[in-house]
Nanobody, 115 residues
Framework: QVQLVESGGGLVQPGGSLRLSCAVS????????WGWYRQAPGKQRELVAG???????YYADSVKGRFTISRDNAKSTVYLQIDSLKPEDTAVYYC?????????WGQGTQVTVSS
């Protein structure tokens, strides 16, 4: 069973930065595509960034130019660098497969943007 452990969230001021990490276990990480998702209060979970096995990336329009997804296959970890944070980025952030059957969701990591 795949385990996903997200970390790196926190409370930051608008304009600040965070680097989220997602450690993936019990799966062949390198051949899978991975995504970062977020769920704000009262809203549906949405995909914000994805990275394919070959390195191709995808970003939602709302985060283009501010979020950067990357992966370290040796560490079975996917990262999300978040810059120029806005209050509307406040949400719980999760990682999971970008395509195919999703793994069980992890606990996520809370990102709160507030002055």
């Amino acid at each position: 069973q795949v385990q996903l452990v997200e970390s790196g969230g926190g409370l930051v001021q608008p304009g600040g930065s965070l680097r989220l990490s997602c450690a993936v276990s019990r799966i062949i990480f390198g051949i899978s595509s991975w995504g970062w998702y977020r769920q704000a209060p009262g809203k549906q979970r949405e995909l914000v960034a994805g990275i394919a096995a070959g390195g191709t990336t995808y970003y939602a329009d709302s985060v283009k130019g501010r979020f950067t997804i990357s992966r370290d296959n040796a560490k079975s970890t996917v990262y999300l660098q978040i810059d120029s944070l806005k209050p509307e980025d406040t949400a719980v952030y999760y990682c999971n497969k970008w395509s195919g059957v999703k793994a069980a969701w992890g606990q996520g990591t809370q990102v709160t943007v507030s002055s």
